[in-house]
């Protein structure tokens, strides 16, 4: 007898029928003995026209003018889970599982007070725990909690992610099953290289890079805590069939798990390939080179709202004027110029430059740490092809290089190959 | 000032500019200087969607066996109006208006736990009213409230008019606004009488009788509460324009006023008729006439479900058996048809017929009480027309005949003219 958490994102609950499929994925678990919370995301679509309905809503009339109350999108749009636990809940009861749903405020999920993105501070897991025992399967609204306000609060796009892993957490459930729309994580997207193989096992550090760059399999703050609270996280299908052979393995289900370094035998120097398309440069021309510049730069496009990526400052030439050279995403440009031109009187540069269309290409791998010559490798391989580099950024466990976007797929698939992930 | 609690129904917030109107309304009344709560519905034909997936969820694969959990059913469906009041919430403040949403478990309107049907046990006011101080609008869910189980209970169709009322007690409003499709309480149904006439005022037990039979204006615990509390109650149009001349005339809005008796200067001896289709007759034949009988017949009935509206209990010609008839609604015989022939033996009765097809018409009217004669005049009026009268109920304020449905518009417009109703 285990304790399993299960996560069904919006795919997986997209209809009824779909939502039965889910089912009888926690029917199988519950008929092995083991004690369930399942939690699940708002149905297909759903999410996206609640928050429709909230930008109409808040535009004043005759203007473009949008910004709403986050404490009001975060009660529209926490309703499509509430929705959905609802209806898992009756389909459960059906088949004969005892089976109810909790809202986050009912159990409760306690959240900070950033309404819309809040942050999960804490779970009282007692109730649900005391449920286990009476044989019930807790079935919980992803994605929100109660804010200090006594309101509900969100947890930003892919919330569910995380509610799942603290809900783990919370009930130190021995296991969290993230259900998705893939089989696990692969050491590059099968999709640029055929070749890519399914991870049995990655370690949270490789697993948050990997999500942080690009890889849409977890939600970030979902992969911070499961490391931090040491919760085993399988990734798996929602897909499959639920009664096919091998799916209640407990020990072993088809998927990838995620876990300590030290539970991965045969590490690998790299684990994965990651990418991230849509990135663009833009780059100050002879800035002042002073102290505090950078934070000139920097400090206003951070308070927009700008996720600024890789950074390249090069060496002045006379000692008092430099070039800077950072990326964000593609999505980000316009706001980003505009705030630099605002800016522009007391940062004191010549012209700004942007290039869409670069990629950024990441080699992850805890061995990295213990083995030199893992950059070497990547410059040389992607020389050979003549893929001109363009920044470099690296930590302890990852190198990402910035490229021409036209050479992503030939990139991806020439590092796969270099560092061994072609084969078995 | 004054303090005013606005309700509006679902076709009223059907989509974001109808919404939109609704805040129209609510911010002719906040800047005429009055504290204003306002409760909606969900967006019309969003309860039907989601009861439909409650239906589909809880059907156990293979079979037409259809019963679900009410706890299950209230969390789904309340998310209906925690939508729209968000959205209300969200338009009040695109036009400048200080707003927030407020759900029933939030201020908290407390319920019994009777999930699906459950009646309101105690609203505290007292959160709503510091907001009102703080020239805040509250915009709440209606329908809905928090059970003593620590889950949502919704009130049953038609709950938040319900809903407004109560909260108009709690907090102690100067009036309460229903908002709705029909822009006041007619002597009786314009479709069927052209000559029907808006009541400025009707007493609150004329109103409840009215909702009981047949008006579908207020549902009747609404106004059972009005009277209670002595909420003076508005039932006007929400697709009057908002701005229209006299719309904020706050002694004399445009529509019908539900009020105590003494508030009504010119009593009328008949306020109104109404009339319900669709009801059927059942006849028990040569039923054993002992005591004890009625109980056996009606309890049985009472305990799936049914509503047993006119008994008549004819005199037995030898002292030992009678004929028992009775009234359901048509949606009902089938059930109630089992249910007899399930207890037959116990019962014993020799045969059982039923009509349906049949028609309820009731004449209404506080000055019944101290005006004698009012029954004949109604006999003696449809006699003359040649419909026949196949039951007969009464109470102190008002008189129900059963008739054959076809002549239903033909006794409408008969009483109606005959209690002079026609005339200004």
Redesign the interface.
Known sequence: MARIVMKFGGTSVAD?GR??NVARHVKREVDAGHEVAVVVSAMAGKTNE?VS??Q??????GTNFNI??A???D??V???E??T???????L???GVNA??W?G??IPIRTDNAHGAARIAEIDGSFLIKRFEEGQVAVVSGFQGLAPD???ATLGRGGSDTSAVAIAAAVKADRCDIYTDVDGVYTTDPRVEPKARRLSKISFEEMLELASLGAKVLQVRSVELAMVHKVRTFVRSSFDDPDAPGMGDFDNPPGTLICEEDEIVEQQVVTGIAYAKDEAQISLRRVADRPGVAAGIFGPLAEAGINVDMIVQNISEDGSRTDMTFTVSSGDVDKALAVLEKGRATIGFDAVQHDEGMSKISVIGIGMRSHAGVAATAFNALAEKGINILAITTSEIKISILIDGSYTELAVRTLHSVYGLDKQ
Chains 1, 2 share one sequence.
Request: aromatic content about 10%; proline content about 0%.
């Open positions: 009824i939502i039965r609640l309905w909230v109409e809503a808040s535009k004043a009339e709403y109350d404490r009001e999108y009660a529209i926490a309703s499509g509430q929705v636990s609802g209806l898992l809940a009756l389909v009861q059906s088949m109810r749903s809202q405020w009912q006594n309101r509900i």
